[in-house]
């Protein structure tokens, strides 16, 4: 069974970056999408960043557009959040997960994943 494992997390000040890794186990076909999420203390699992495995340009929510960038490495089955800028309140649990995906309006559901990964902790210092 396909398993996705995130790495990358730690403790960065206020302003700095972290480059996050989702390494699939096995490999993703252009059919399927991948998302990265995430889930503060307290707060529902939110929509960060996703991207078609088969192209185009990643989807991002409006509060880290121009901040944070999702790319894919088809030969090493592995997808990356580059953050940059980062701010307190984005202290989180990061998550990537996969999902189906044929073309259309990015699903930005969390419901719509069906795999996820174990998460990784980024906490953000002011």
């Known amino acids: 069974q396909v398993q996705l494992v995130e790495s990358g997390g730690g403790l960065v000040q206020a302003g700095g970056s972290l480059k996050l890794s989702c390494a699939s186990s096995?490999?993703?076909?252009?059919?399927?999408?991948i998302g990265w999420f995430r889930q503060a203390p307290g707060k529902e699992r939110e929509f960060v960043a996703g991207?078609?495995?088969?192209?185009?340009?990643?989807v991002y929510r409006d509060s880290v557009k121009g901040r944070f960038t999702i790319s894919r490495d088809t030969t090493k089955n592995t997808v990356y959040l580059q953050m940059n800028s980062l701010k307190p309140e984005e202290t989180a649990v990061y998550y990537c997960?996969?999902?189906?995906?044929?073309?259309?309006?990015?699903?930005?559901?969390?419901?719509?994943?069906?795999?996820w990964g174990q998460g990784t902790q980024v906490t953000v210092s002011s």
């Open positions: 991207i078609s495995w088969g192209g185009g340009t990643g």
């Open positions: 997960a996969s999902t189906a995906y044929l073309g259309g309006p990015y699903p930005q559901n969390r419901r719509a994943y069906d795999r």
């Open positions: 096995g490999r993703i076909f252009s059919t399927y999408a």
